[in-house]
């Protein structure tokens, strides 16, 4: 976009008249100087005078035409630097564009998280760049009132900033949007992982247990009916976050960690649905009932302590004591049963703070308990048959191998009771604790809706006295519930604190996730008190300045106009312009007076704004009528000021 229209062609007429007339003046100077030496001294003295006054004026004339040179140059200047300013701005906004278009992966975290950065810097940049934006329509709009462009340029550069503002409205609306969008996905697919977690923590012991009583018979208190109902209960979860996997994680790997845990969720649902069936066609006779020994040969894997066992004993020594083999059957049983019923034990976590998941994870343990006892009697019987076989045989090793057998699965047994009564115990302390983290999470919860609304309620800040006080007497007040509402934070966060160290081998996510929400919603609303304090304290000060600043420029503003009005009536006055000392003494008072004016824009400016947001607050009151009456009048006065400046020029 080049430069063009009258104003540049006029002043390089100027300048072109300049160069001509360059010599004119000098050979006007060289003949004066010659008939000066020549004349008398009145007519010398006159001539002199008409000479130092065309000099002077001359002087003034290419003063001011190497003013209007650097300001053409400074328009030329801003010119480019708007150009370059919207090249750079659109290459953003393109950039921007760009990034608000990368596609989504639903299932791929890195993915999603790499795209969420790419945007959040990007939103992050929308103030600093709505500023940029809001300077460069500034800018276009003093270029577009200058006589620097001709038409066409013009037209050009009114359909460019159009362009960019439309192409910024776009950005704006979309860059947000997106982050939401990846923000949801990241917490769908975060709520999915969890979901995953929860049901295979879930259905490994129901497996396990299943596979137990399918071995070694179901023990009374196990009803297969009421498991058939808690199974079909979480079919839907369990379908719906396989059906969810496979599409997320259709294209990725077998190897991809979640791909991994869909696929053993699906083998373990399978299983136990089949284990059902095979538990709901065993004969009554396979049931136990309280007090029946068990003799079920079990198809269970034994244990590599039993296996080492039963390889330990020569076949010797069972030819020698033929009821050893027995003893040693009936042994590995148990044993293996209270292996497998160790490892059952072990895998039932619970989701601390889920009241009925604890409970029900408490049933499980009465009923687990109640079924070690109706394997008392086995214990007992293998006691006794123990020491049966020790009295009726002589050999030692036969006596010693049965003695460390008896006193291995004795102990065996004693851990597990002891897990088990433990487990019990700890499940309860844990029901108690979080019931008062509950109790603890909902009063918080209470405060910060509370804390929710006062925000809400917050209206503009008013730039009155009374209104500042108020707001600032209403922020005191809440400041000092927010205090109190501290507490209520606190406690619930030292009872999540207690819950995550003592119950830390338990699903603890429920209980961080929740702390977490309640800590980061009571610093952002602390934030806010922050900012709306420092708001207000800036109000006030505003207020308290602005009537004493709007005082100082206007009694500035008086003496200014006094000085202009002199200086017009000196420019009036006959014969000044050829008086040389008369007219620059004119020129030096007149730049003076220039320069004041400059140093007061900003000030002016700045009471013009800050008089607008008085003026809005004081909407439809006398004071405002009165304070309207005084910006108008500071306004129109600035004004003539400046044209009056210019005149005198």
Known sequence: MGMGGGSYGTFKELQDGIGRQQTVVKTLNVTGEEIIEQSSTADATLLKEKLGSLNFRWQEICRQLTERRKRLEEEKNILSELQEGLNEFALWLEEADRVAGIPSEPGNEEQLKDSLEKVKFRVEELPLHKGILKRLNETGGTVLRSALLNPEEKHKLE??????????????????????EIEDLLNNLTQFEQQLSQLALWVTPVKDQLELYNQVGQPAAFDIKETEAAVQDKQPNVEGILSRGRLL????????????????????????????????????????????????????TVTKETTISKLEMPSSLLLEVPALADFNKAWAELTDWLSLLDRVIKSQIVTVGDLDDINDMIIKQKATLQDLEQRRPQLDELITAAQNLKNKTTNQEARTIITDRIEKIQSQWDEVQGRLQNRRQQLHEMLKDSTQWLEAKQEAEQVLEQAKAKLESWKEISYTVDALKKQ??????????????????DVANDMALKLLRDYSTDDTRKVQLVTDNINTTWDTINKRVSEREAALEAALRLLQQFYLDLEKFLAWLTEAETTANVLQDATRKERILEDAKGVRELMKQWQDLQTEIEAHTDIFHNLDENGQKILRSLEGSDDAALLQRRLDNMNFRWGELRKKSLNIR
């Open 472 to 489: 600032n007497t209403e922020l005191k007040q809440f400041s000092k519930e927010l205090r109190q509402w501290q507490i209520n934070v």
């Open 249 to 300: 994680y259709k294209e990725k790997p077998a190897t991809h960690p979640l791909k991994k845990k869909l696929e053993e969720l699906t083998v373990n649902w399978t299983a136990i649905n089949h284990l059902i069936q095979e538990l709901k066609r065993k004969p009554a006779s396979e049931v136990l009932t309280p007090g029946q020994t068990v003799t079920v040969v079990t198809q269970t």
């Open 159 to 180: 359909n460019r900033l159009k362009e960019v503002n439309h192409h910024w409205i776009k950005v704006s609306k979309d860059l947000p949007e997106k982050q939401k």
